[in-house]
């Protein structure tokens, strides 16, 4: 973002006389012109004209306000110019933790973030034995017959 330095100049009020300027309007263009061209000379750019209120003595306890014509310029700043010299940011790094994940999937086909066995993929239903004091048949395992058959066993050893 560019910051800049403004400088605000009053408006000529009268015009100024030159060689092939004639009349009240030209005079004061040109007046007009003179100021732009300075201080654009000086790398001062042309924003905008104001017409702004000021308040003056009038005698000695009154006021009155009068109205002012001025003129804006702005220039970049330059100690910002100079000082701005942009970088580019260094690539993103490999997280450890997500490497350390991936060893221990390829170790024991576990995926370490959720615990599932990545072995076998989604669509596949097949059950893993469990520990090897299971009262369950072996040929009856992975089975929904052998579930249910396990659940109303459950219930007679207690």
Not at 6 to 19: F, I
Not at 54 to 72: C, I, K, M, Y
């Amino acid at each position: 973002m560019t910051r800049y330095d403004y400088k605000v100049v009053p408006a000529p009020v009268q015009g100024r006389k030159a060689r092939g300027v004639k009349g009240a309007e030209s005079r004061f263009a040109f007046a007009l012109e003179c100021v732009m061209n300075d201080l654009a000379g000086d790398g001062w750019e042309y924003v905008r004209a104001e017409t702004l209120p000021s308040e003056e003595r009038q005698g000695l306890s009154g006021r009155t306000t009068v109205f002012r014509n001025l003129l804006v310029f702005r220039r970049p700043r330059e100690d910002e110019v100079e000082a701005f010299a942009p970088r580019l940011l260094d690539p993103p790094k490999e997280i450890p933790v997500l490497d350390a994940a991936r060893a221990l999937k390829a170790d024991d086909g576990r995926d370490a973030r959720s615990g599932q066995d990545a072995r076998f993929e989604e669509g596949e239903a097949k059950a893993v034995p469990e520990a090897a004091g299971s009262d369950a048949p072996e040929d009856a395992v992975g089975t929904e017959d052998a579930a249910v058959e396990q659940d109303r066993e459950a219930p007679s050893k207690s």
